[in-house]
Nanobody, 117 residues
Framework: QVQLVESGGGVVQAGGSLRLSCAASGRTFSTYNMGWFRQAPGKEREFVARINSNGGTTYYADSVKGRFTISRDNAKNTVYLQMNSLKPEDTAVYYC??????????WGQGTQVTVSS
């Protein structure tokens, strides 16, 4: 497994942008598929976006499609989530995860994103 540390959360007005980063430990980052989930108060954790190990394939939840972009830099062991046109309903704790075959998922500690109206 890998250790994951998210950063970049904060408070932003509706319509604004934030970029989240997730830094991974170890030398095997490029073998992991990566992604983001989020959890709003009183709600279940929900999928946001994912990216495959070489960055060639991405997938998004309908709620963020066209506004969020996931990317990765394997040389820096980092995955990013660029969030534009933020809405109050995007307010949540955002969690980064790493996954690969025959291994339990690794999760970061989360970073808070608050969008004010």
């Amino acid at each position: 497994q890998v250790q994951l540390v998210e950063s970049g959360g904060g408070v932003v007005q509706a319509g604004g942008s934030l970029r989240l980063s997730c830094a991974a430990s170890g030398r095997t980052f490029s073998t992991y598929n990566m992604g983001w989930f989020r959890q709003a108060p009183g709600k279940e954790r929900e999928f946001v976006a994912r990216i495959n190990s070489n960055g060639g394939t991405t997938y998004y939840a309908d709620s963020v499609k066209g506004r969020f972009t996931i990317s990765r830099d394997n040389a820096k062991n980092t995955v990013y989530l660029q969030m534009n046109s933020l809405k109050p309903e995007d307010t949540a704790v955002y969690y980064c995860y790493a996954t690969r075959v025959l291994e339990a998922n690794s999760w970061g500690q989360g970073t808070q994103v608050t969008v004010s109206s």
